[in-house]
C-alpha cells in the first residue's frame, strides 16, 4: 500500500500518550488541559510537515539534515556481511589473518575501502570515506559509547548470552564470534571436517556444528547493539541533560547549519535507516530494494535515497501481516512530526509543551521500531520451528536430512537469536526484564538439539519457541493471525 501523507498527528499523539479527550474520574480536566496544549502545539505545525524528511536550516538556506556518519555505519554493518558471506578458507594461511581482516572493519581502518553494494541506477559513493570519515562500529556499539546508557553493558554485560556463566559484553561477543571465525579456518587448513547433525560436510565458514550461523550474528547483533542501542538510548533519549532530546536547540552548532537538537534527532532517524522519501515506497518497493532516484542525478546518494536495515524489516513485517500493520508510517510519520516540531522552533528553546509533543512523537517512532524488531523475532520464529518440524518429521533417520536443511536451521535461528538480543537495548522497551530474560532462556544460545535424542529435542524446542511467541504476542498486543503468519 503506498504511504499518503501525515494524517492527524494530535490523535496520534493522544494514543502515544494513552490519554483521552473526554471520561471522568480524578484528574480528568487535568488531563483534557494537557492535552489541549499538545493540540494546539502540533495545530501550529501539522500543516507545515513535509512528506518527506527535508528541513531548511533557520539559519541560512541549506538543508539542517544531516546524519551521514549514521549512514556510513549502516554501509559498515552491510559491508562487514558482504565480507564474511564471501568468506573462503583458501584466502588466509591463519586463523589470524582472517580475525585481522575482520577486526579492520569493524574497528574503522577500511573507510576508503570500496563499497560493494550495488543499486540501480549505480551508487554514488565509492567509498565509506566518501559518505563521512573517520567513522567505525567499535566506538559505539552498547557499552563503548557509555554517556547517555541506561545501562553499562561493558560491566554487567547483556542478558541472553553468557561464556562460562560469565557476563559479556557486547564488544567482547562481537569479538569471540569474530575468534570463532578464525578458529574455523585453522580448523580446515589442518585437515579436519565440520559436519551437522547428519554427518554432511560443513562448506561455509561462518556455519557451526552447534547449529548457529556467524554471519547472521554478527549482522543481526551489530544492527541492534549499535544502531537500535544508539538510536533509541542516546540520541532520541531526554535523560541526560545537553545530549539527545535535551540538547540546545538556540544556537547555531558551530558553523553548521542546524542546532545541537535537530543533528541529534537526525542521527537517532540516520540509525532507522529509512530513505528521506520513505513515504513514497510502497512495502514491497522497500522489501525488493527497489529505489527512488529522488534528485534525478542518475546515482543512489546512500546518504538519502537507499533503505537500511531495520527500516527494510519494517516493511517486511508489514507485507507479511494478514491483519494490517503499518510500522513503517507509523514511525516515518513519526520521525516527521517530531523533526517538524524542532525546526519550528530552531532558533528558540522547546516550550514544555512542545517538548512534551516533541517525546510523544518519539515515543510513537521508537515503538513502531520496536514492534517491527519483535515482529521480525517472531518471523524467525516461525522460520526456525519449521526447519525443527524437518528433524522431527525425520523420525531419527536422518539420512534425507541435507547440508540445506542445516545451513536453512542455523540461519533462521541465529537472526532470531540476533534481533531478539536487540530488544534489550532500548529503555523503553514494552518487554518487562522477566519477560525479556524468559525470551532469552528459550531461545537459548543455539538451537538446543542433541543427535542422540533429535526427535524429542526438537519437539521440547517448537514448544519452547511457541511460548516465545505468546510473550512477544501480549507485549506487544500483537494479533493472533500475523503470530501465525509471520
Known sequence: MLKTKPSMIATVVLLSLGLTACGGGSGSDSVDEAVADIIDVIDDVVTETPTTYTFTSAFSDESSVSYSGQTARQVLIAELNTFISNLDVNDYATGAELKAELLRRYEGESADDLLTITTTPAVLQSSVGDISS??????????????????????????????????????????????????????????????????????????????????????????????????????????????????????????????????????????????????????????????????????????SEFNFGHSTNAAKRDLGASEPTDFTKDAFDAFLAGRQIINSAAGDALSDEEAEALYAQRDIAVLAWEKAIAATVVHYVNDTTGDLKILIDTNGDLTGYTADNFADLAK???????????????????????????????????????????VDDATAFSAALAEVNVILQQAYSFDAANVAEW
Open 412 to 454: 533462521h535461528w541465529s537472526e532470531l537469536k540476533g534481533f531478539a538480543l536487540s530488544l534489550q537495548f532500548n529503555p523503553r522497551s514494552q518487554l518487562t526484564a522477566d519477560q525479556f530474560a524468559q525470551v532469552q532462556e528459550k531461545i537459548t544460545m543455539a538451537p538446543a538439539i542433541s543427535v542422540a535424542t533429535i
Open 134 to 303: 573517520d567513522k567505525n562500529l567499535v566506538d559505539k556499539i552498547a557499552g563503548n559509547d557509555a554517556t547517555g546508557q541506561h545501562q553499562d553493558w561493558n560491566t554487567v554485560g547483556i542478558v541472553g548470552w553468557a561464556v562460562d556463566d560469565a557476563v559479556i559484553s557486547p564488544d567482547n561477543l562481537v569479538r569471540l564470534w569474530f575468534q570463532k571465525l578464525a578458529d574455523n579456518v585453522d580448523t580446515e587448513l589442518a585437515g579436519t571436517t565440520r559436519t551437522d547433525y547428519a554427518g554432511n560436510l560443513i562448506t561455509k565458514l561462518y556455519i557451526q556444528e552447534d547449529g548457529t550461523d556467524l554471519k547472521q550474528l554478527i549482522q543481526k547483533f551489530l544492527l541492534g547493539a549499535v544502531n537500535y542501542s544508539q538510536g533509541t538510548d542516546d540520541y532520541l533519549d531526554n535523560d541526560i541533560e545537553d545530549k539527545g532530546l535535551l540538547s540546545d536547540n538556540i544556537s547555531q552548532d558551530g558553523e553548521s547549519p542546524y542546532t545541537s537538537l535537530e543533528h541529534q534527532f537526525d542521527e537517532g532517524f540516520g540509525y532507522f535507516g529509512a530513505a528521506r522519501d520513505f513515504n513514497n515506497y510502497t512495502d514491497q518497493e522497500i522489501n525488493d530494494a527497489d529505489l527512488i532516484d529522488t534528485d534525478e542525478d542518475g546515482a543512489i546518494d546512500l546518504k
